[in-house]
Antibody, heavy 118, light 110 residues
């Protein structure tokens, strides 16, 4: 059973860059899409973007100028970078696996809370 | 991209059926079969319940079903149980090649 685990700092200062990594265990990066979704405290889910196993990316238009998602296939992991963060970027960040060609976000990490504060 | 519209809350008694709507536009829900539904219990990661409008993943109870008509997708939970009490979110592929989530619905079992 594939498992996803987010890692990274839980506290980021305003105007700095948020960097998270998702490690994929018991499964291969190949033949799936890999994405990030976030949830501000007490609020709903927000789609950040995803990357295909070929490296093609798609981002939420409202975040596109600040976001980069990248693959590290040899190490079976992928990453999120979000630049110039503000308090509005405080959220639980989830990494997810998407079955290519479907809307099935079938595996999720447990989530990591990232707080933006000085 | 504007969030899909869901009712803030839906409630029902054990054994009843409830339906949650998810309204979008001709650029998302109305245009594609790529609509999925997620259940989220407090403090937990979401779990897929329905994908591609009406497909149920292995292991998900057949009490959950999905459908779509025009720009509105729906999730129906039949034989409501206490364990179904949770937040539910829809999501849809869009004409921009992205996904957008719904506003979320809190289901309460009375």
């Amino acid at each position: 059973q594939v498992q996803l685990q987010e890692s990274g700092p839980g506290l980021v200062k305003p105007s700095e860059t948020l960097s998270l990594t998702c490690t994929v265990s018991y499964g291969s990066i190949s033949n799936y899409h890999w994405g990030w979704i976030r949830q501000p405290p007490e609020k709903g889910l927000e789609w950040i973007g995803y990357i295909s196993y070929t490296g093609a990316t798609s981002y939420n238009p409202s975040l596109k100028s600040r976001v980069t998602i990248s693959l590290d296939t040899p190490n079976n992991r992928f990453s999120l970078r979000l630049m110039s963060v503000t308090a509005a970027d405080t959220a639980v960040y989830y990494c997810v696996r998407v079955v290519t060609g479907t809307s099935n976000y079938d595996h999720w990490g447990q989530g990591i809370l990232v707080t933006v504060s000085s | 991209q504007a969030a899909l519209t869901q009712p803030a809350s839906v409630s029902g008694s054990p054994g009843q059926s409830i339906t949650i709507s998810c309204t979008g536009t001709t650029s998302d829900v109305g245009a594609y079969k790529y609509v999925s539904w997620y259940q989220q219990h407090p403090g937990k990661a979401p779990k897929v319940m329905i994908y591609d409008v009406s497909n149920r993943p292995s292991g998900v109870s057949n009490r959950f079903s999905g459908s779509k008509s025009g720009n509105t997708a729906s999730l129906t939970i039949s034989g409501l149980q206490a364990e179904d009490e949770a937040d539910y979110y829809c999501t849809s592929y869009t004409s921009s090649g992205t996904y957008v989530f719904g506003t979320g619905t809190k289901v309460t079992v009375l």
